[in-house]
């Protein structure tokens, strides 16, 4: 489907947007994706029904860029860390500039002073597209599985 290279570079990306986003570094978070790209979380049960209702929709980097803003400036919230573990991805389908993957995915939280949480579990579905600038995500559904999340989904999964 794809060769060693490209298959390196779609690893990096995923294992790179874990790194941004545990790290805290918001302003590169939107980077990640391209300018008219779509960013889904999605409860299974939603998913599976295909019904349109998401716990969080995005569908430009305009407005990830204003979530940033958001997090960094007017969200008040308990501070937390959170540490992603992804599995490898599978590619579902490829052409020459186009992929479609899916991965799973757990979110650890930790606030201060309190044990660390299993906070989010579910896949990640993703288009991919390859621009100059390397591997972008058109299309990022972060469908968990949970039918119950905590009430402060603030940073993205």
């Known amino acids: 489907m794809v060769d ?19 790290a805290g570094q918001w302003q590169r978070w939107p980077e990640f994706f391209t300018d008219d790209c779509v960013y889904r979380i999605v409860p299974r ?17 305009a407005m990830l860029q204003d979530r940033v ?17 992804i599995g490898a991805p599978r590619i579902l389908s490829a052409d020459g500039r186009k992929i479609e993957s899916e991965a799973s995915y757990a979110v650890f939280r930790t606030k201060p002073s309190q044990p660390t949480t299993v906070f989010n579990v579910g896949r990640y579905l993703d288009v991919i597209e390859q621009t100059p600038q390397g591997l972008k ?21």
């Open 137 to 157: 995500f058109v299309s990022r559904q972060c469908v968990f599985d949970s039918e119950l999340i905590p009430n402060s989904l603030i940073y993205p999964l």
């Open 69 to 85: 803003y958001a997090i960094s400036e007017t969200i008040f919230h308990d501070p937390y860390y959170q540490h992603h573990v």
């Open 4 to 22: 060693f290279q490209t298959y390196h570079s779609l690893v990096r990306l995923y294992t790179d947007y874990a790194a941004v986003v545990d």
């Open 45 to 61: 049960e939603n998913h599976e029904r295909g019904f349109p209702l998401a716990t969080l929709a995005f569908e430009s980097k």
